[in-house]
């Protein structure tokens, strides 16, 4: 079976700090995608940062970047320079069409 | 607009009534997808199409749950005889092609279902 643990309910930090979230998964395939999703309280899920299993080489999308460790199963999320819009759920999926999620992340940026 | 819609954003049904939730994809968009998040949850896979027929639909929790594409763009998931339990956020993806490629998912606002 696939799964997908997010560790961290919660979490808060200061406006303009550096937030890491964790994601582990685990699968019996070998090639797939990673997703970081973004789900504030208007429900749309927006993405925001999308890593191929194939590439060694982290995905980064401006204060978004992430560490892709292959053999750990592990795709953590790693936002610089928090600002206020940055608050809310997170959520990390993998798979093909048929994609994973976690149980989300809920961070709060404190002004 | 350019996005994922769904219609309606809420539903309120009674239980064992009929309800159709419909999704407009991301026009020229060969894949759609159902997911449904409960409260605190993330979402769950329900079905995909790949144009009109389904080529994954083994996240249907029971025969109550049907989705169809007829044309190959708007979808429409069917639910018989609701339960209590089917209360739940439903959304919507599509995708330009979703067939392993690296084509991302983008989702829709999705439709808040309570059954009463």
């Known amino acids: 079976a696939q799964t997908v643990t997010q560790s961290q309910p919660e979490m808060s930090v200061q406006e303009a700090e550096t937030v890491t979230l964790s994601c582990t998964y685990d699968?019996?395939?070998?090639?797939?995608?990673l997703f970081w999703y973004k789900q504030p309280p208007s429900r749309q899920m927006i993405l925001v940062i999308r890593q191929e299993a194939y590439k060694q080489q982290n995905a980064t999308e401006n204060r978004f970047s992430v560490n892709f460790q292959k053999a750990a199963k592990s795709f953590s999320l790693k936002i610089s320079d928090s600002q206020l819009g940055d608050t809310a759920m997170y959520f990390c999926a993998f798979g093909n069409e048929k994609l994973t999620f976690g149980t989300g992340t809920r961070l709060t940026i404190i002004p | 607009g350019a996005g994922v819609s769904q219609t309606p954003s809420n539903k309120v049904t009674e239980k064992g009534k009929y309800v159709e939730l419909r999704c407009d994809p991301i026009s020229g968009h060969t894949a759609l997808y159902w997911y449904r998040q409960s409260l605190g949850q993330g979402p769950e896979f329900l079905i995909y199409f790949q144009g009109t027929g389904a080529a994954d639909d083994s996240g249907l929790p029971n025969d109550r749950f049907f989705a169809v594409r007829p044309e190959g763009s708007v979808s429409t998931l069917k639910i018989q005889r609701t339960e209590r339990g089917d209360s739940a956020v439903y959304l919507c993806?599509?995708?330009?092609?979703?067939?392993?490629?690296?084509?991302?998912?983008?989702f829709g606002p999705g439709t808040r279902l309570t059954v009463l």
């Open positions: 699968t019996s395939e070998s090639n797939y995608y």
């Open positions: 993806a599509s995708s330009f092609v979703g067939t392993g490629s690296s084509d991302t998912q983008y």
